[in-house]
């Protein structure tokens, strides 16, 4: 027959550092995803400054704490052409998850002829002129990709882990 002795007063101890550990840790995991979330949104802006691209584009990005991670939103519609690039210009020189998006250059083929679009007199596109209905109109052949959202992506999956880790070991035990 096997007997056990427990020291019931060792066990309590225990099992209460074992509670205080993973309170901490919460903590530690919930500054760190918040700090994570503050350096992104400044990461996006960052990026985007670095392309030119002006924070009426941008839009407004929304990277939020969740609770098991940060989820990141924008809200402008433009911020996606400006991202994967369009017509032949975009073509040339495609966003790297473009295949994987669905997202197609040049889709009414307008090719090198390019196209016209309606505008405002604050866009910077020097080829403009009023149309027939009075509508003012510029010419493109498409724009680059110039993949802010992706970037910013990519330098938060470097980033999270170096941000919470360092929340983490701040933890005394």
Known sequence: ???IELDLEK???GIEQVDDFAEKFEKALNDGLKEFSDRIEKKYYEIGASYGIPMSVLGSVRPRYIANGVEITFGNEVT?????????????DPHPKAPQAGWVYDVNKHGEYGWWYPTT????NPYKYVDKQGV???WTKGKFSKPVFYNTWLWGTRAIYQIVRKHVRRIKV
Request: net charge neutral; no cysteine; charged share 25%.
């Open 1 to 3: 027959m096997w007997e």
């Open 80 to 92: 996606l052409f400006f991202e994967y690039g369009t017509g032949v210009k975009g073509q040339s």
């Open 11 to 13: 066990l309590t101890k």
């Open 136 to 138: 003012l109109r510029a």
């Open 121 to 124: 007199t604050n866009d910077p």
